[in-house]
């Protein structure tokens, strides 16, 4: 196991290459529920939860379904029905059995399957990680690591950001600059401070 | 004053005439620094910070008069934002880069989020990070000081750990860097002046330096607890950043054990950026950053929340 | 005919999906360096846009209510995969630069808000008028940001440069610079039209 691409794979999603900062993926939760940070909270936590069993989930259907079929060209729908359909699957789950955790997760469960993160890191999962059609030696555990720690990544964004708007609420901010635009002027600032970790080396 | 609840600085209890007398009590403690400067770097250094401070009092007024708001130049505080991002600047930077930074900071890091005390964001040290992003070359090309006998031709200061510099160039400023941030004995004048008279209270520098110095001890060097501390903390920015960026009442949280948890981060941040990260210069990003964090920092030390885990 | 040019320039005018509804942000910014990535996506956009909602509008009264979504999503995924197939063979270079944002276009809330908001309540030809009203304007955003992020960030437009001698302010072609022009266009549209 290569070290130096954990390393990287940690630091990369969480701060780097941040989801949300520096590849725009999963905006419109991050503008739509980071208004309060109870809920940014919750919607962070959903975030992982999903992330990192779609990574399980699709690099199986990935590595033991289409590459030995060659049907790789299905891999956005089919990778897009399995998050949609196992999202579906867990709320139920969820509601079942632990209706506390459900009660945190629940409402934001179904906003999840289009939040463009979660098939964003399931198919950068498949691009990075995968070789002219091999996968390479340990590459399930870096999938599942990848979308934990894009998920952390996610949830550190909403937090702060949502921290911020809470803030701004109370503020006499320009009219025309209320709401999301600001947000957007927010995450600009956020992520030109984020520039700080680029070029890391260990 | 208007009557929305505004809970976010610090200062509550002062009227808007003291809140000016803190920003120009700030920009007179400065202006050691500022002298050491440009007798430092020769008198293009000037220049830079005239056109900082300049082109942040027009654009402030320019867009308080765009919207309809009374012209406030006289609390000083778009002349100390322009100030300060002047001191982070190198002094051979062309001027219109200098416009540029101070127009970003002050239009995007302050009037956007509506004037005076909204800001999220140091808006210097987000006109700061805006420039180094935008214009790389200029913005790490250094002057060698006034009596330096060898030109020190590095990338960065930080660089070059310690090519014939000793702590007492490092100490009156006998180094190439930003402005403002080479001579810490002029900026020691002005913090512990500002200490004194109790503009600034002392939890933010302190866990802000002594973080950036013991993580830099602990990791600096190839084996554990033997990095060169003192260094990381007369170089670059440090000193500058923590008694007067970090320190800023916007943008820095409102309890005491708020404030040593945003200059220990401060500290973390730099430490980490310096000794890793792909720039050589930490503390305006880990500055930003920890402003980022701000709100949620003040939001869980409020007192009533003490003992409730 | 009247109302069918209505359904077109409300896309791109009073509905524009990107300054009015905020849908389609994140391939917005992430793709918008250049004019041509951003022309690229849009018409890729576009082209899913028409497809999938003619046909959901064709076949909008077969479709049971319970499970219209993932049927809507089968219908749109397979649009996107012909886009990235065709994209692959043909734009090879445009397809590396769009990146894992061609098949992203799936989950663009662009589309699915349209073939549930209004292609599956409206006839085929309506529909269309939608599609290509609302594909227009999501283009002409992607266009109009892109112009602006290459114009100052790297002095270029469509590739040539603009000005000798001028010195790109790179920051706009990075991260921080897109969400920022996004941010100061949706307060300028704000602005113009007084949306509140």
Known sequence: MDLGLLLSIVIGNIFISNFILFKFLGLCPFIGVSRKTGPALSMGAAVIFVMTLSSIITWCIYNFLLLPFNMEFLRTISFILVIASFVQLAEMIILKTNPTLYRVLGVYLPLITTNCAILGVTVLNIDMFFKEGKALSFSFFYAVLQGFCAGLGFLLAMLLMSGIRERLDILDVPDSLKGIPLAFIVASLMSLAFMGFSGFKF | ?309 | MKKLFQEFTKGIHRENPIFALALGLCPTLAISTSVKTGLGMGLAATFVLIGSNVIISAIRNGIPHKIRIPCFIVIIATFVTIVELVMQAYFPPLSKQLGIFVPLIVVNCIIMCRAEGFAAKNPPTRSLFDALGMGAGFTLGLVLISAIREAIGSGRLFGYILFKGYQPALTLALAPGALLVLGLLLGLSNLIFKRK
Request: glycine share 12%; proline share 5%.
């Open chain 2, 1 to 309: 004053m208007n009557n929305k609840l505004i809970v976010s600085t610090s200062p509550h209890i002062y009227t808007r005439e003291s809140s000016a007398k803190i920003m120009w009590m700030v920009t007179l403690s400065l202006v050691p620094a500022g002298i050491a400067g440009v007798y430092i770097f020769g008198l293009s250094s000037l220049w830079v910070i005239l056109t900082g401070i300049i082109s942040a009092v027009l654009t402030e007024a320019a867009i308080q008069k765009l919207r309809g708001a009374a012209v406030t130049l006289y609390d000083g505080s778009a002349l100390l934002t322009g100030l300060l991002l002047a001191y982070c600047l190198p002094p051979a930077v062309p001027l219109w880069v200098v416009a540029c930074g101070s127009v970003f900071a002050i239009a995007i890091g302050k009037q956007a989020f509506g004037g005076l005390g909204q800001n999220i964001f140091n808006p210097a040290l987000a006109g700061r990070a805006f420039l180094l992003a935008a214009w790389p070359t200029y913005m790490t090309t250094w002057t060698n000081p006034r009596g330096a006998l060898d030109a020190i031709t590095s990338a960065t200061p930080l660089d070059n750990a310690f090519v014939g510099v000793t702590y007492w160039d490092l100490f009156i400023g006998r180094r190439s860097g930003c402005i403002g941030e080479v001579c810490i004995i002029a900026l020691l004048a002005g913090a512990l002046f500002l200490l004194m008279s109790g503009y600034i209270s002392w939890h933010i520098p302190f866990s802000f330096i002594a973080t950036a110095g013991i993580f830099t001890w602990a990791f600096g060097a190839d084996t554990l607890f033997s990095g060169q501390w003192l260094f990381h903390i007369l170089s670059g920015g440090l000193i500058l950043g923590a008694f007067f960026m970090a320190t800023d009442y916007v943008t820095s949280p409102l309890t005491n054990k708020g404030k040593l948890i945003f200059g220990f981060g401060c500290g973390l941040f730099t430490g980490i950026i310096r000794l890793w990260g792909g720039y050589p210069e930490g503390v305006c990003y880990a500055i930003l950053l920890m402003n980022a964090a701000c709100p949620l920092i003040d939001r869980y030390t409020r007192p009533r929340r003490f003992g409730t885990k």
